[in-house]
């Protein structure tokens, strides 16, 4: 047997046994040297001891570590005074108008993107009313989103990172037919009202995104092109 046989027996490199039977006193200079019977005993002794013990390391139940479970600060809710003021973005192309609870007090939003700071005590009072949850305005205060988010929704999601309601239009033609067959009937709304602003402008959306309109929501506004 030769210096590498023996190498590749115990899958080390011939460097490393040239070294041991090196380290035993015999005289090895390469690995196509033949092997006396000598160095095979003390080399197959010596690696099968090896091989033993790293099989005994590895079959050791490894010890278990007790894992303290870190506390999780709890988010603080955020109180708001009646008096706060709370910035409130239109969603709908249309002009909207509320009342405060003062009845005299008026909010305005003539169209998409518009903006007005409303009092959080008139915001509370319209909580339930088509215009929170019908998604005609985007309270953009995180908070009052998250406090709110059963009566809200989902719904806010459709106008994330929504300038103007051209943009619906940017989408592909199939990620369009999706948003418009899973819309509020409010999004639907601002999407056939878009739609008809932008033929009316000459702004032409794609004849295909037209032909999905009038057949998901049966209008005709192709034939105004």
């Given at each position: 047997m030769k210096v590498f046989e023996l190498s590749k027996e115990f899958d080390v490199t011939n460097k490393e046994m040239i070294d041991f039977l090196k380290?035993?006193?015999f005289k090895v200079s390469s690995h196509s040297q033949n092997l006396t019977d000598d160095m095979i005993e003390v080399a197959r002794n010596d690696f099968k001891q090896k091989e033993e013990e790293a099989v005994?390391?590895?079959e050791q139940p490894k010890p278990v570590t007790k894992?303290?479970?870190?506390s999780v600060p709890e988010k603080k809710i955020k109180n708001?005074?009646?008096?706060d003021r709370i910035l409130c973005r239109s969603i709908v192309p249309w002009y909207v108008e509320m009342l405060g609870v003062d009845n005299v007090t008026t909010y305005k939003w003539p169209g998409y993107g518009d903006v007005e700071y409303v009092a959080y005590r008139d915001?509370?009072?319209?909580r339930r009313k088509p215009i929170i949850t019908k998604a005609k305005i985007m309270i953009e205060d995180p908070d009052i989103c998250e406090q709110w988010k059963h009566d809200l929704?989902?719904?806010y999601q459709k106008y994330l990172g929504i300038d103007?309601?051209?943009e619906f239009f940017d989408k592909?033609?199939?990620e369009f037919e999706t948003l418009l067959v899973n819309a509020s009937p409010t999004l639907k709304e601002v999407i056939k009202y878009t739609a008809m602003d932008m033929v009316r402008n000459q702004n032409y959306p794609s004849l295909q995104k037209i032909s999905i309109i009038d057949k998901v929501l049966d209008t005709g506004i192709k034939d105004f092109v």
């Open positions: 380290s035993k006193g005994k390391v590895e894992t303290t479970r870190k708001f005074k009646p008096d915001l509370q009072s319209w929704g989902s719904m103007y309601p051209e592909t033609d199939e």
